[in-house]
């Protein structure tokens, strides 16, 4: 077990965001309701058993057409807007809002058992003046993943994204999405690249608000000569000067005392961890944190923006970061789950040609000896786990089965490997970390 005073310990109970939630359906109505008050100006009544996020059922889709019907009545009265989205339902995407031909649209809607809403007012109006942005443009709606509603418009005649939140863990957020740009734009090679926070306020209705700069360039399909571009960014960024991630012990202590069911093997595998991470004396890197191609925007293959600072830090290890764009860019590009990915890893049966390469690489760039990206794999699993518990909320349950049950074992298995070959590497000499990237 590693050192933590029983009065830090007792301090981390108290501050521990205690909750995990498994249902989240109760964000995704919040979203829903944050996007339909910015439009409407009021509040808009949202039946919350109609839109669930985990196994949206028959039955919540009868509930939302129904509700949809209800809605089309109030379009007699004038100044209505209809507002919808093509993945409404699953409440992802964007939201398409439009004030002319209210009742077609409606039929054409109910018709394709698509459900929308119907509220009064005008909607860039409304928009206007709850969050500052100009109304022509017309501004663009966008759901995020998380319980933030993003809007792409114009603040004071320049592009700009608006990041709006209604509930304390929006709140939190759109607070880390801002401390994040800071903290970009205090390293001089991520100041081209990462938006420039304009404001953050809270505006007269109660909502967290945070105004950046829009960055050029637009999501793009993963390739490998992406991912090539994002790598060479991710391992030419600044040092600062700090120790890597001094509080580690810290970050793990507070995933390993939030699920108490698992506490035991985190704990052990915390141990391990710890155990590399002191001997390894690492310098601290600015990093992005959540750094995959959904979060770099390109021209052609050239990135031109990196956005969603959230988990930004500088002590950060930047092969982290580097193995997180590996990762979650392939995973998501094959429909895999990030544990699965991690868990091959692990377990040497990653089968991926040009993945392997990459790996391969980046262990020699740094000058690594065999076990030690496995071991950043593990402050990957670590990061992701505690992002949670910041949250106070899992994805889905299906995602904490994956992450904790399913992988400590095959965790275990790797450590108690690394453990019985651990001594000869320890005397295998220092790490290196060359200054070329040529070659990625
Ligand atoms: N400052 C910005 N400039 C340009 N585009 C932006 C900016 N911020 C966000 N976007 C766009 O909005 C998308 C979603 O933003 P972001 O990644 O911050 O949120 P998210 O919670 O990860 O949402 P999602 O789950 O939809 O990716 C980005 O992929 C990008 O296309
Ligand atoms: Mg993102």
Redesign the pocket.
């Known amino acids: 077990m590693w050192p933590l005073s029983a009065d830090r310990r007792n301090s981390w109970e108290e501050n521990l965001i205690q909750h995990i939630e498994q249902d989240r359906s109760k964000h995704a109505v919040c979203r829903l309701n944050t996007a339909l008050r910015l439009l409407a100006g009021v509040d808009v009544r949202v039946p919350s058993r109609a839109f669930p996020v985990f196994n949206l059922s028959r039955m919540h889709r009868a509930l939302q057409m129904a509700n949809s019907a209800l809605n089309l009545s109030y379009s007699i009265a004038s100044d209505r807007t209809i507002v919808s989205g093509s993945s409404l339902a699953y409440l992802t995407g964007e939201l398409e809002y439009f004030s002319d031909r209210v009742i077609p649209r409606g039929i054409r809607y109910l018709a394709a058992k698509r459900p929308f809403f119907v509220v009064p007012g005008a909607p860039e109006l409304s928009l206007q003046h709850e969050i500052g942005c100009d109304a022509v443009p017309k501004p663009r709606i966008?759901?995020?993943?998380?319980c933030?509603v993003?809007i792409?418009a114009n603040y004071r005649g320049v592009p700009a994204?608006f990041r709006v939140g209604g509930c304390d863990e929006s709140r939190s957020e759109v607070l880390r999405?801002c401390a994040g740009l800071r903290l970009a734009q205090s390293v001089a090679c991520f100041q081209k690249l990462a938006?420039r926070s304009l404001s953050q306020v809270r505006t007269n209705s109660g909502l967290d608000l945070s105004i950046?700069?829009?960055?050029p360039g637009?999501?793009a399909a993963f390739t490998w000569k992406r991912i090539d571009a994002t790598l060479e960014l991710c391992l030419t960024t600044g040092a600062t000067n700090v120790l890597a991630r001094a509080l580690l012990a810290d970050d793990v202590a507070q995933v390993c005392e939030s699920f108490p069911e698992h506490r035991d093997s985190l704990l052990e595998i915390a141990d391990a961890l710890l155990g590399w991470h002191s001997d390894s004396h690492f310098s601290g890197y600015m990093v992005h944190g959540d750094l995959w191609l959904?979060?770099v925007?390109f021209l052609g293959n050239e990135v031109t923006?990196v956005?969603?600072w959230e988990w930004a830090r500088r002590d950060g290890f930047r092969f982290v970061d580097a193995l997180h764009l590996l990762f979650m860019s392939y995973s998501v590009c094959r429909n895999a789950r990030i544990a699965e990915t991690l868990r091959a890893f692990w377990t040497n049966t990653l089968q991926d040609l040009e993945l392997n390469l990459r790996l391969l690489t980046l262990s020699r760039h740094f000058g690594f000896r065999h076990h030690d990206l496995k071991f950043a794999a593990l402050v990957l699993w670590f990061n992701y786990l505690r992002e949670r518990v910041v949250r106070g909320r899992m994805p889905s349950p299906s995602w904490s089965e994956d992450m904790l049950p399913r992988s400590i074992p095959v965790i275990k298995a790797w450590l108690s490997a690394y453990e019985k070959r651990g001594t000869s590497e320890a005397t295998s000499g220092p790490r290196t970390e060359r200054l070329s990237v040529s070659g990625l």
Do not use: C, K, R
Request: net charge negative; proline share 4%; hydrophobic share 45%.
């Open positions: 966008h759901f995020s993943s998380q933030v993003i792409a994204v999405q938006p950046e700069t829009a960055v637009v999501n959904g979060n925007l923006g956005v969603d």
